[in-house]
T-cell receptor
């Protein structure tokens, strides 16, 4: 597709369940970011991939959060043993080049996955 | 103190008004600056990059003040459709991680 695609759009899970969120970036985009956005706040950085390499995961809130991008295209964010505080919108963004070499490039966001933990 | 700060608003203005938002950043080595627009329950979309010399795109003007470490967004002749949250983003300065402000809410009323 032309834009960044995320699925599912909405996810409801019970506390303690594992969830997996998918991001399909714009074709050919090298950089991929995951963000968490709470209501009324800006997106908070979670992790960054350059192609298949996860160069930064400093924003992941706990070891229950895991992300991968095995072939340098589609990425999955997995949350294990979900907690209520994990409820948020999870945004994926991609950009054309390697972000650490050129930070002066805009990101293209997907619609996000709205995660609710009951 | 947060790295990027914005007044959350809301800024409530009538159609046709001129409105301006500021965004301050703490890392003096920051290199790249952007304004994004986010509609309710939608994803952020790039509005404009902010260049050192300032730049204009139609009714929108962005400015960078490095000495005081802030960027600004000016919207002239506000339209109802300008109602949204405006996020500032700061990149670089020893980190390539984009840092977002919490956003400023704008409501344009008839």
């Amino acid at each position: 597709g032309a834009g960044v695609s995320q699925s599912p759009r909405y996810k409801v899970a019970k506390r303690g369940q594992d969830v997996a969120l998918r991001c399909d970036p714009i074709s050919g985009h090298v950089s991929l970011f995951w963000y968490q956005q709470a209501l009324g706040q800006g997106p908070e950085f979670l992790t960054y991939f350059q192609n298949e390499a996860q160069l930064d995961k400093s924003g992941l809130p706990s070891d229950r959060f895991f992300a991968e991008r095995p072939e340098g295209s589609v990425s999955t964010l997995k949350i294990q043993r979900t907690q209520q505080e994990d409820s948020a919108v999870y945004l994926c963004a991609s950009s054309l080049g390697a972000h650490f070499m050129d930070s002066n490039q805009p990101q293209h966001f997907g619609d996000g996955t709205r995660l609710s933990i009951l | 103190r947060k790295e990027v700060e914005q007044d959350p608003g809301p800024f409530n203005v009538p159609e046709g008004a001129t409105v301006a938002f500021n965004c301050t950043y703490s890392n003096s080595a920051s290199q790249s600056f952007f304004w994004y627009r986010q509609d309710c329950r939608k994803e952020p979309k790039l509005l404009m990059s902010v260049y050192s010399s300032g730049n204009e795109d139609g009714r929108f003007t962005a400015q960078l003040n490095r000495a005081s470490q802030y960027i600004s967004l000016l919207i002239r002749d506000s339209k109802l459709s300008d109602s949204a949250t405006y996020l500032c983003v700061v990149n670089g300065g020893g980190s390539y991680i984009p840092t977002f402000g919490r956003g400023t809410s704008l409501i344009v009323h008839p």
